[in-house]
């Protein structure tokens, strides 16, 4: 395991974020694949309910981050500096089906990441405290080294989306999913659309 944060994937395609939060992005994918990256659910419930299995996480590093670099997500610029950024891949049996980073107020990681090989919905959830997500972005992006991980070539879909509690933002958290989740999803193409990366690039 690498003790090193891996740079952020590159960002092929972008969909409006005026259509993300509207619930109008994704109609390019499939059904199945839009309930998974638009949706407000858990990834790692979800990951389970289609392996049968438990999610391992396999955490690939966690620093100090004193600037988001210009690959974060806007929403970052929210969260009240000194921030750490975490990476995680998430694993069901012998197959990594997610790669995920997060971006955090260092005092907000202290109190919410002890268990750091834990997902991070069961830290937040802990005493079925109350929490709300919002999906804030939809992409199509790619790295060589996710290709080796998930055993499959780019480019990969991938979302980010904010955790608050009590109206405050606790977190922003990017997610990056392997074409693997087919087995159970179906291709992630809606009939009738091609590839959407050559699209023009959404911006807010």
């Not at 590093?61 to 009240?80: C, I």
Request: glycine letters at 8%; proline letters at 8%; hydrophobic letters at 40%.
């Amino acid at each position: 395991m690498s003790s090193r944060l891996l740079n952020s994937p590159q960002v092929l395609w972008q969909a409006p974020f005026q259509e993300v939060v509207a619930a109008e992005a994704g109609q390019q994918l499939s059904g199945p694949w839009r309930l998974l990256l638009l949706g407000d659910g858990s990834p790692t419930r979800h990951l389970q309910l289609l392996s049968g299995l438990a999610v391992d996480v396999e955490l690939i590093a966690m620093e100090p981050e004193p600037l988001a670099g210009p690959e974060a997500p806007a929403e970052v610029a929210e969260l009240p500096p000194p921030l750490l950024r975490r990476q995680v891949w998430l694993r069901c049996g012998d197959d990594c089906l997610a790669w995920a980073e997060s971006w955090w107020n260092q005092e907000q990681a202290d109190r919410h990441l002890g268990q750091r090989h834990q997902p991070i919905w069961h830290s937040l959830t802990a005493n079925r405290a109350e929490l709300y997500r919002e999906v804030d972005g939809l992409a199509q992006v790619a790295a060589p080294w996710l290709e080796e991980r998930f055993n499959r070539p780019g480019p990969f879909w991938s979302r980010h989306y904010r955790f608050f509690r009590g109206g405050k933002e606790l977190t922003v958290i990017r997610e990056v999913f392997s074409p693997q989740l087919e087995r159970w999803l179906g291709p992630s193409q809606a009939a009738g659309h091609g590839t959407s990366h050559g699209a023009s690039h959404g911006k807010r």
